[in-house]
Structure formats: C-alpha cells, structure tokens
T-cell receptor
Framework: SQQGEEDPQALSIQEGENATMNCSYKTSINNLQWYRQNSGRGLVHLILIRSNEREKHSGRLRVTLDTSKKSSSLLITASRAADTASYFCATDGGASWTDKLIFGTGTRLQVFP | DGGITQSPKYLFRKEGQNVTLSCEQNLNHDAMYWYRQDPGQGLRLIYYSQIVNDFQKGDIAEGYSVSREKKESFPLTVTSAQKNPTAFYLC???????????????FGSGTRLTVV
C-alpha cells in the first residue's frame, strides 16, 4: 500500500521560479522524508523532517509538515534546469522499531532554461 | 567511497528463467531493502532485512526471494513465478539507530530487468 500521494503529478516551470509540491499521507508518522530521482537513476535523500517539527530548511529546499492534516510540502526556490527530476515523499507509517519506508507516487518536475 | 552497488545495470530474462540481482553496500548499514518501480510509478517494497540472517516480506513479495548471509550483501532472485517482472529494481540501505529511523536511505543506481 502506498502511504504518500504527491500533488501535482507533474509540474513545469521556468528557471528562477519556485516549485512547490505536496504530499499527503494516511497514518501517523515518526518522520517524513523527501527524495529526488533523476531519470533512470536511484533515489537521493534530500531532507528529513520529524513529526515534532513544522519546518526545515536545507539550501534552496524548504519542507513543511502539518501532522494534523497529514500533509507536507517541498519548496524549491530559484529553480534551475538541473532540478529537473522526480520528487518523492516517504514515511515510516508510524512504526515503532523499523526503518521501513513507504514511498508516494512522485511529482515529475521539469525546469525549462 | 562508501555506497551501494547494484549489478547488472541491465538484465534480460527469458520466460521461465530465474535471475538474481546483486546488491552490495560498504556503508556498514544494518538494514537493506528491495523496491520495484514501474514506469511513472512510485516504489513498492518487495523485501527488507534489518539484520543478517533475517528478512521480511514487503507489499509485493510473491515471485521473489532474498537472502542475507552477509551484512554487505542482499541479493534478490526474481523467480519464474513472478509473472510480470519487467521493471526497474532499486536496492537501498539505512543505518539503524536503536530508535526510529533518523536517517535517509542510500540507494543504488538500479537494475532494469526486461523479459524477452
């Protein structure tokens, strides 16, 4: 079963614009993570936000978490063509002693130069 | 450099044939995972292992088998019982901290399996 659902499924923007993608999940969580996947490649971990955190920053990335709405957003500021990739959220499903992650369906981001 | 190595990058399987995908990590991670990704889809968990000589089924384990005889290695066998094996297979590992996972996964670069 897939825990997370990203929205939108696809997003196209111009370089320099901000990109916002959203993730909704179904159960309680301990943390939520965002990953990036370039076409035909493995996923790369971007950022982790714990359930008791509301916002986290890393470079041009800003992640928010609203556990009451079971949702998270990833904002990429001043986007670049190199940001073109698919972005996935992943949650642990609230498990007490496991590292098992459940991934969403992803948002495909296209940044035009 | 530490990381995860998946091999081969491309694999072709004939009908009725078993094939094994390799996954090796030198990160000293306890936990390892296998995911399947279909075109335009998210990742679905096949099997995972949190410690040597132990593994658990994920959401789509039917037609697959794994072993975890060494900490560094977690090979996945796609058996003839898997009727639709054409997909992109991703292996990952993570460090267990004694609490909830506080670290992200490290992924390999994937194996693309095609049935011919």
């Amino acid at each position: 079963s897939q825990q997370g659902e990203e929205d939108p499924q696809a997003l196209s923007i111009q370089e320099g614009e901000n990109a916002t993608m959203n993730c909704s999940y179904k159960t309680s969580i301990n943390n939520l993570q965002w990953y990036r996947q370039n076409s035909g490649r493995g996923l790369v971990h971007l950022i982790l936000i714990r359930s008791n955190e509301r916002e986290k920053h890393s470079g041009r990335l800003r992640v928010t978490l609203d556990t009451s709405k079971k949702s998270s957003s990833l904002l990429i500021t001043a986007s670049r063509a190199a940001d073109t990739a698919s972005y996935f959220c992943a949650t642990d499903g609230g498990a007490s002693w496991t590292d098992k992650l459940i991934f969403g369906t992803g948002t495909r981001l296209q940044v035009f130069p | 450099d530490g990381g995860i190595t998946q091999s081969p990058k491309y694999l072709f399987r004939k009908e009725g044939q078993n094939v094994t995908l390799s996954c090796e990590q030198n990160l000293n991670h306890d936990a390892m995972y296998w995911y399947r990704q279909d075109p335009g889809q998210g990742l679905r968990l096949i099997y995972y292992s949190q410690i040597v000589n132990d593994f658990q089924k994920g959401d789509i384990a039917e037609g697959y088998s794994v072993s975890r005889e060494k900490k560094e290695s977690f090979p996945l066998t796609v058996t003839s019982a898997q009727k639709n094996p054409t997909a992109f297979y991703l292996c990952a590992s993570s460090s267990r901290t004694g609490d909830h996972s506080n670290y992200g996964y490290t992924f390999g670069s994937g194996t693309r399996l095609t049935v011919v």
